[in-house]
């Protein structure tokens, strides 16, 4: 069984960050939701407020396979201000997998992680995003960086970090459990 992390900020957008979990936990990835709120409490883009499963600072990075970066302009903005994730994003794009959608992937070329790869972004943020060899796409996958367009992009984006991480037959098993 794969582990993945989720990075939880305030601002974040529900559903990339939440059918992302959903997606993954149905094909038997283990899945941590980590807020760098300083507390479990989330409060989402629209006003959800939730628990995450840990904070950042103590959830399992080195039983980790993935990192995963939810977009939403102010958790965009918020998981770019926190050092912890982005030491995480370079220490995993470095030896393990990173994921980021919608805005986020912003944070990813910010740190130089997708010099010279393809990668995906909102479009209101593809200045944001130099290096990078946009694709325009729903999901582009380079190496081990994933990223994904926006929240229409989602369930596409979680497919696909869950055939990374649990194979084919799996998606292929959500994929008719979701109607999708």
Do not use: W
Request: with cysteine; glycine share 10%; aromatic share 4%.
């Amino acid at each position: 069984m794969s582990k993945a992390i989720v990075f939880l900020a305030d601002g974040f957008e529900e559903c990339e960050g939440l059918l992302v979990v959903d997606l993954l936990r149905r094909g038997g990835t283990e899945v941590t939701t980590a807020s760098i709120t300083g507390s479990t409490t989330v409060v989402s883009s629209h006003g959800v407020r939730l628990f995450a499963d840990t904070v950042a600072d103590e959830a399992d990075y080195e039983a980790a396979d993935i990192v995963i970066l939810p977009g939403g302009l102010k958790g965009t903005e918020n998981l770019a201000a926190c050092d912890f994730v982005k030491q995480k994003c370079v220490e995993f794009a470095a030896t393990k997998k990173v994921a980021a959608i919608c805005a986020a992937p912003s944070i990813l070329a910010s740190l130089g992680l997708l010099d010279g790869k393809e990668a995906t972004v909102h479009p209101h943020f593809e200045e944001k995003m130099p290096g990078a060899i946009l694709t325009h796409g729903q999901v582009a996958v380079s190496g081990n960086i994933t990223t994904g367009q926006a929240l229409g992009a989602a369930i596409p984006f979680a497919l696909e970090l869950l055939r990374q991480l649990e194979g084919d037959e799996k998606v292929e098993k959500v994929r008719k459990g979701i109607c999708f």
